[in-house]
């Protein structure tokens, strides 16, 4: 079923910006002192790709398809990829242990106690919690079929046949059933009413 672009079109772009920078910022942020792993900018490891790159690069394209597509199965794919790519921001390090030793992959954390605090954060788990946030809320939208998506997958060939207007012609078929069906219940009743009889 089709769905209005406006359902994911602001959750997208803000998926698709966190996961922008949930994937750069490991290379840009050495440079103003804001590091985990090596201190110096576009340093390539294992840990930024696993870690960073690649639920950004999920993030990016679930956002994207989230807020371009006007179909509810494709908007709700983007959805799921960015509920996915966000956990992984948040699991990720930990998992990470698994495969390296018991030693996170992320690399060392640099700066003072509050410094610190604030590049896990930066890094991982804010992007994370929010990209999964929005995402979630998208899927909740569009899991919900409203009168306007009824009337737009309705009106649709009305629109592709040049006829008129889908919404105009939608709402009018609408207004014609209500009358028909409270007509057939004014009739239902005063055929069953025992004082319309009497008369």
């Known amino acids: ?20 920078w949930g994937a750069l910022i490991p290379f840009v942020g ?5 590091s985990i792993g090596p201190d110096d900018a ?13 639920p950004g690069a ?4 679930g956002g994207l398809m989230l807020m371009l597509s006007a179909r509810r ?12 790519a966000g ?3 948040v699991v990720g390090p930990t998992v990470s242990q698994l495969w390296n030793d018991g030693v996170s992959q992320t690399g060392t954390v640099h700066g003072s106690d509050t410094l610190q605090v604030f590049e896990l ?25 409203s009168v306007r998506d009824i009337e737009l997958a309705e009106g649709a060939p009305v629109a592709e046949t040049g006829t008129g207007t889908a919404s ?10 209500s009358r028909l069906a409270r007509r057939d219940r004014g009739a239902t009743t005063a055929r069953s009413d025992p004082a319309v009889d009497d008369r």
């Open 121 to 145: 954060l930066g890094y991982f788990l804010a992007p994370g919690v929010l990209i999964v946030s929005f995402a979630a809320a998208a899927l909740g939208r569009l899991s919900v079929r």
């Open 42 to 54: 576009w340093h390539w490891t294992n840990g930024r790709l696993w870690l960073s790159i690649l």
């Open 1 to 20: 079923m089709r769905v209005p672009r406006t359902r994911g079109a602001v959750s997208g772009a803000i998926i698709a910006l966190l996961g922008a």
């Open 58 to 61: 999920v993030a990016v394209v």
């Open 168 to 177: 105009a012609a939608t709402s009018g078929r609408y207004r014609r059933r």
């Open 30 to 34: 050495p440079a103003f002192g804001y």
């Open 73 to 84: 199965p494709t908007a709700s794919f983007g959805a799921l990829l960015g509920v996915l």
């Open 87 to 89: 956990s992984w921001f």
